[in-house]
């Protein structure tokens, strides 16, 4: 995971998915997040689906729980803030509360974005983002 400060580092890889290049256009290498000075402020997070409770269907490799769990281990040995784990999904990906199947190493999201707009997941989630001043109290 790579940290960037701009969309503009981002180019399509094989699968047509945005992601950041290894370097920026002067050539200075991206930091890598687990070995970061400062913490991250938000994550956004690909799904399949996900539910109004915060719970993300990925495509079963388990590589984003695996890497915020270790994150969340660095997060607690720094004492840092957490950060926002935001969902970027279509209001179509978007399921009732319980329908989708988790397991005890999946890490739930704090929001969703959708076309339909902006969905805080419980009082957690308002209190980052009054943290991170990006709603008012």
Known sequence: MLKISTV???TASSMNILEPSLE???GNHHEDVMQASDPVDLV?????AFDKSG???GRN??????????YQELIEERKWKQPLLVALSYSIQI?????IPVTPCDVPVDALVSPAGFTPIGSAALKKM???NLVSS
């Open 8 to 10: 503009d580092v981002l």
């Open 24 to 26: 920026d256009s002067n």
């Open 44 to 48: 956004i997070l690909p799904g399949l």
């Open 55 to 57: 719970s993300r269907l």
């Open 61 to 70: 490799g388990g590589y984003y729980d695996s890497f915020l769990k270790k």
């Open 95 to 99: 399921m009732e509360e319980g329908s």
């Open 130 to 132: 009054q943290l991170m």
